[in-house]
């Protein structure tokens, strides 16, 4: 037996479905925190020291939460190309504006206290703000197109032809989408900052976070009432093979109204990932009030999980859906790589992720504690 045959073709896929959103997941719940606080840094901070702090908290650990995002990034081109291909150039003038935010935030924290001049620093704050508040954005407004499809085709000759526009991708339910992001991302960031910061900057923390949590339950809702009424979900409507080559087009679907919801009446288990969302949200909604800070932050990880798997579990085996041509949708079973591929990549990542995971357990264990005005003004030359 050859050895990449050991886990079959249709096993490794499901494998790199759910590997894809652990990867994604695992972005929104270590980064988005970090978006979160650069989104509610004019808001916690009425001065530089303030600032400063809840720069602070975020500045050892920004770094290696994005790696989570080129990770994320890197398996979307390895193990679904088509899907790689058609998102980053379809969404090409999205996905610079992304670039060009996550470009302008660490360039923010690195020159924020270079010079003691007001004004520099007050600039580079709201960098740091736009920087943040745009991906957060952005990211959500993209989700909220998955859902509704994306206009793309393919020829006979599998090429791929993008129908939209940017503005197009601006529509109602995505900008919604949009909002439920950078709610999620405030009540995360809020989440952090009471955690991680003392004084005047953990209390109104635990107010913006708390409004952000109330936002979440109530967007979270909203999106999932709209997408039961007036966005159509994708059906595969031919025999689904789930071990056959890589070409979308060999199948057929079709739009269809409520099939966003099919997976849930199939299997009423799957409940629990979208009740996930809205318990998280209200646990740190009452563990904000409460000044819990550990029970808040768990609570805030759990509810942003629950909200991005939410997504995947609705729409699977469903990837990238075609608002123009269904047949040309890319799913699980036929936009992924070669089954060698996706064995040498897994064999790869059960190597190298549990090191990351343990490194980065290691660092936030080193860093544990509270930012606090002490530690900005000990004249040490460690802090931001």
């Known amino acids: 037996m050859i050895l990449h045959e050991v886990i079959d073709y249709q096993t490794l896929r499901l494998i790199w479905w ?134 793309f085709r393919f020829d006979a000759d599998l090429r791929i032809f993008y129908d939209g526009s940017f503005f197009g991708l601006l529509n109602p339910f995505a900008l919604l989408c949009g909002l439920l992001s950078v709610a999620m991302m405030v009540m995360h960031g809020g989440a952090w900052l009471a955690l991680k910061s003392a004084g005047a900057v953990s209390d109104r923390a635990r107010a913006y976070g708390s409004l952000g949590a109330l936002a979440v339950i109530v967007l979270f809702a909203l999106g999932g009432l709209l997408l039961w009424l007036f966005v159509d979900g994708y059906r595969i409507t031919s025999a689904i093979v789930t071990d056959g080559p890589s070409n979308p087009l060999f199948k057929t679907a079709a739009r269809e109204h409520a099939a966003w919801f099919a997976n849930y009446a199939a299997r009423p288990w799957l409940l629990v990932v979208p009740a996930l969302g809205f318990i998280g949200a209200l646990g740190a909604f009452f563990g904000l009030r409460s000044k819990r800070e550990v029970t808040t932050f768990v609570s805030s990880k759990l509810a942003v999980t629950g909200i991005v798997a939410t997504v995947g579990v609705s729409m699977f085996p469903f990837i990238l859906p075609s608002s123009i041509d269904p047949r040309a949708s890319l799913t699980v079973w036929d936009s992924s790589s070669s089954h060698l591929t996706l064995f040498i990549m897994l064999v790869v990542s059960a190597i190298f992720l549990p090191l990351i995971i343990a490194y980065t357990s290691w660092v936030y264990w080193v860093l544990w504690g509270k930012v606090d005005e002490a530690s900005i003004t000990d004249h040490g030359g460690h802090a931001y």
């Open 18 to 151: 759910v590997l894809l959103g652990v990867l994604l997941i695992g972005f929104a719940v270590t980064d988005g925190f970090d978006l979160g606080v650069g989104i509610l840094l004019p808001f916690v901070g009425r001065n530089d020291l303030e600032r400063r702090i809840a720069i602070n908290t975020i500045g050892p650990v920004w770094e290696g939460n994005q790696v989570w995002l080129i990770l994320g990034g890197g398996a979307i081109f390895a193990a679904w190309p088509p899907l790689y291909a058609v998102s980053f150039s379809g969404f090409y003038l999205a996905m610079f504006a992304i670039l060009a935010a996550l470009i302008l935030r660490p360039v923010s924290i690195k020159y924020h206290s270079m010079r003691e001049d007001l004004r520099w620093r007050q600039a580079w704050d709201w960098a740091l703000f736009t920087g943040s508040f745009v991906p957060a954005l952005v990211f959500g407004v993209a989700v909220g197109n998955v859902l509704q499809g994306v206009p």
